[in-house]
């Protein structure tokens, strides 16, 4: 089977750091994540840093989704690995899990997205395509917030 992956983008009007803020500080992550959990509390943390875990915390603070950082140049690239814990690990290659690639163009900041490989799960393509819907609703509140 082939690569599987959500791939999409934005155009923002704020400069990459600020876009940057929005994707990793905890009080903008609870502002968007709960896309992912229908609407439920939601947080991502990390500390941000290569090989650092991070996690997707429900509204009590249970992690429900772990992985780790696996490439970092700030306000520019970011990929960090994505697992349910409930769930048995797939094998990880390069390029897989989240990925944000900021880009300055003009005096906004273009975002890239681009989740996967979910050729490696059961019903994989089912996967891909619910977890492209939630980045439609994901970035254009990223987007509010970093043009407030």
């Known amino acids: 089977m082939s ?9 923002i009007n704020a400069p990459p750091f ?7 500080k905890r ?6 994540a709960p896309e992912f959990s229908g609407n439920t509390p939601f947080t991502i943390e990390s500390e941000w840093q290569i090989g650092s875990p991070v996690f997707w915390k429900d ?3 249970k992690v429900v ?8 140049e700030p306000n520019k690239f970011l990929r960090f690995t994505v697992f349910d814990v409930r769930a048995e690990r797939p094998p990880v290659k390069d390029g897989d899990g989240i990925t944000y690639k ?3 163009q003009n ?3 273009r975002l890239w997205v681009s ?3 979910f050729s490696a799960m059961p019903d994989g393509e089912k996967y891909r395509d619910l977890s492209a819907a939630v980045w439609d609703r994901v970035l254009p509140k990223v987007k509010h917030l970093a043009e407030q």
């Open 102 to 104: 900021l880009t300055n």
């Open 18 to 24: 600020r876009v940057w803020e929005v994707l990793t």
């Open 59 to 61: 509204q009590n603070g």
């Open 65 to 72: 989704v772990e992985g780790n950082i696996t490439a970092l």
């Open 27 to 32: 009080e903008y992550t609870a502002q968007w």
């Open 107 to 109: 005096a906004k900041t």
């Open 115 to 117: 989740q996967g490989d």
């Open 3 to 11: 690569n599987l992956f959500v791939d999409k983008t934005i155009e």
